[in-house]
């Protein structure tokens, strides 16, 4: 077993993204190859390597179809496997260039090694602070700088604050975490109109169906060739013939088009038959969406943040109000279904009243869950 571990054969199952085409073989029979969920650990590695944070790689991963806890990527993206290296206790202090197939380079493993040594150095020194969960999601309104956090330590009084030159923009963090809970209350569906929202959610999503020309076939030759294009990026900047500056950025162009495209996909397969469970978790969180939100931990009330404003949002000093420029569809129509009960006392929702209410909606996707 040594002997053959030595040679580069890997001697168990393959890990996660990868398949043997020759099971029940000798290990030196084995091919391994890497499979559809190996693509999203690769992608995965990219976003990583742009430094985004675990909850939202698994956020963008379960959208594409893989389904992976936060904690669990640390021991992925720690794993030699991926680079194409060999480990094992059988043979302890040796590293081996394996047979099987890289799934990233080396230098790219590395990387994401120094990424996730840093930040958790960072994180020994406490750098979330639960006086500041706006931090960074929320921007200056006029220079859409994202806003930083401090403390007057004498006073034990934290603010935040823009981080450019000549903004005067700094407040109270309990002041901005009010306003932001109050803003959240707009969002939140009345008790009682749990029936209306289902029925305007499953109103925009039949309209979004006979609306959107799908064409799966389009967006899957677009994904082979975008994925064509981050092997060649990849290879060409491990041989050093671009420079980080260029990789980061066209790597991230075109993991978040795969993203997209992958959210598309997923959407357009799912259809209907996820809609009732999403929109039953959507009416759970947004009923008490505002003091759901300031009794969370700072992760949470992160992971909440993204799912509620996926574009962040920003604060208006001038007229002292939070603004987004965009909110996920589910609590988009709970304000809404809130907003029509308002002058009409009970009853179902006519066609009409569902479709004055999805105006300014014509671009909607189907609603989607990341929590």
């Known amino acids: 077993m040594k002997e053959r571990l030595r040679q580069g054969y890997w001697l168990y199952k393959p890990v996660i993204g990868y398949s043997n085409s020759k099971k029940g073989m000798t290990c030196d029979k084995h091919e391994f190859f890497i499979n559809n969920n190996g693509k999203l650990i690769k992608r995965a590695f990219m976003w990583k390597l742009q430094n985004i944070r675990n909850f939202e790689i698994s ?39 394996a047979k099987h197939p890289k799934l990233i380079s080396e230098k790219n493993w590395i990387k994401v090694q120094d990424i996730i040594e840093n930040n958790y150095r960072g994180q020994t020194k406490n750098t979330y602070f639960e006086e500041i969960p706006l931090k960074v999601f929320m921007k200056c309104h006029n220079t859409n700088d994202p806003l930083t956090g401090y403390i007057v330590k004498k006073k034990g009084i934290w603010y935040y604050k823009s981080r450019s030159k000549g903004t005067k923009l700094n407040i109270n963090a309990k002041k901005l975490n009010t306003l932001f809970s109050e803003y959240l209350k707009q969002f939140e569906l009345k008790k009682g109109l749990d029936k209306p929202f289902k029925q305007l959610v499953e109103h925009a999503f039949n309209q979004y169906q006979s609306n959107q020309q799908f064409d799966q076939s389009n967006l899957e030759s677009r994904k082979s060739k975008l ?38 996909i997923i959407n357009g397969l799912k259809g209907s038959s996820n809609l009732e469970k999403i929109t039953n978790e959507a009416i759970k969180i947004s009923q008490n969406l505002s003091s759901t939100w300031l009794n969370m931990s700072y992760e949470q009330k992160s992971e909440l943040q993204q799912f509620v404003f996926p574009k962040g949002t920003t604060f208006e000093k001038e007229k002292q109000r939070v603004r987004t420029p965009e909110v996920n569809l589910l609590f988009e129509l709970t304000k809404r279904t809130t907003g029509i009960y308002e002058n009409k006392k009970s009853g179902i929702l006519t066609h009409n009243e569902m479709d004055s209410a999805l105006v300014g909606n014509e671009g909607l996707e189907p609603p989607t869950s990341s929590l």
């Not at 956020?59 to 936060?70: C, D, Q, V």
């Not at 993206?77 to 680079?83: D, G, H, I, S, T």
């Not at 092997?231 to 075109?254: M, P, S, V, W």
């Open 59 to 97: 956020n963008r991963l379960e959208s594409a179809g893989l389904k992976i806890n936060p904690k669990r990527l640390n021991r992925i993206f720690q794993n030699p496997f991926y680079c194409g290296k060999i480990i094992n206790k059988l043979i302890p202090g040796e590293v081996i260039d």
């Open 227 to 264: 994925e064509t294009q981050l092997d060649k990026i990849e290879e060409r900047y491990a041989i050093g013939e671009i420079g980080a500056d260029l990789y980061q950025k066209y790597t991230q162009k075109y993991s978040d088009e795969l993203a997209d495209i992958d959210r598309k």
